[in-house]
């Protein structure tokens, strides 16, 4: 099946700053990426996805690009607010509407 | 427009009970996911219920079961409880072939 990783497992960023957290997936028929972010005690909650017939695509402060060779995809957020900090997961998945998860990574915003 | 809904919030058992989680989908959504999330790990797939089938099941064991009712909402059951079955199971909604998903806040399963 298909295997997601993410990297890095933990993230310190100043206030202003930006963040970039990296998946790679191991089935090369995925075809589609979302990102969650999860507060404390809540569900998650999807705040950009992209399909592989786009490399990259952006939605304010936050952006992802995928390169379908390498077979990798990265979430970036730019001037990051004390509000971002949350566990971000990456996602993967190929017509078959199950998604598999990376392992999360913990982004935590220094005011 | 309501969200995903789940109850309950919060539930404890003892080993070898039984539990049932409930769920409401999205509305105008027909189709349920469950995912299981341990602590400090992501969301791992259980099964998805479309025009109330199992159309596909994660690697859970036959302990795991559930169901999707006409109006699409859904329950999942546990039997015989293992306390390694405590985790946050979520459940997720989505139209049909649309890819993308919406998750519900989750129910906190406890077992001791």
């Known amino acids: 099946g298909e295997n997601v990783e993410q990297h890095p497992s933990t993230l310190s960023v100043q206030e202003g700053d930006s963040a970039v957290i990296k998946c790679t997936y191991s089935?090369?028929?995925?075809?589609?990426f979302p990102w969650y972010k999860q507060e404390l005690g809540k569900g998650p909650q999807l705040i950009i996805d992209i399909r592989s017939n786009v490399g990259e695509k952006k939605d304010q402060r936050i952006a992802v690009t995928l390169n379908k060779t390498a077979k990798h995809f990265s979430l970036h957020i730019t001037e990051t607010q004390p509000e971002d900090s949350a566990v971000y997961f990456c996602a993967a998945s190929k017509n078959d509407y199950k998604l598999s998860f990376g392992a999360g990574t913990t982004v935590t915003v220094r005011a | 427009d309501a969200g995903v809904t789940q109850s309950p919030t919060h539930l404890i058992k003892t080993r070898g009970q039984q539990v049932t989680l409930r769920c409401s989908p999205k509305?105008?959504?027909?189709?349920v996911s469950w995912y299981q999330q341990a602590l400090g790990q992501g969301p791992q797939f259980i099964f998805q219920y479309y025009e109330e089938e199992e159309r596909q099941r994660g690697n859970f064991p036959d302990r795991f079961s559930g169901h999707q009712f006409p109006n699409y909402s859904s329950e999942l059951n546990v039997n015989a409880l293992l306390l390694g079955d405590s985790a946050l199971y979520l459940c997720?909604?989505?139209?049909?072939?649309?890819?993308?998903?919406?998750f519900g806040p989750g129910t906190r399963l406890t077992v001791l």
């Open positions: 997720a909604s989505q139209w049909g072939v649309e890819e993308t998903q919406y």
């Open positions: 509305s105008g959504h027909d189709t």
């Open positions: 089935d090369s028929a995925s075809n589609y």
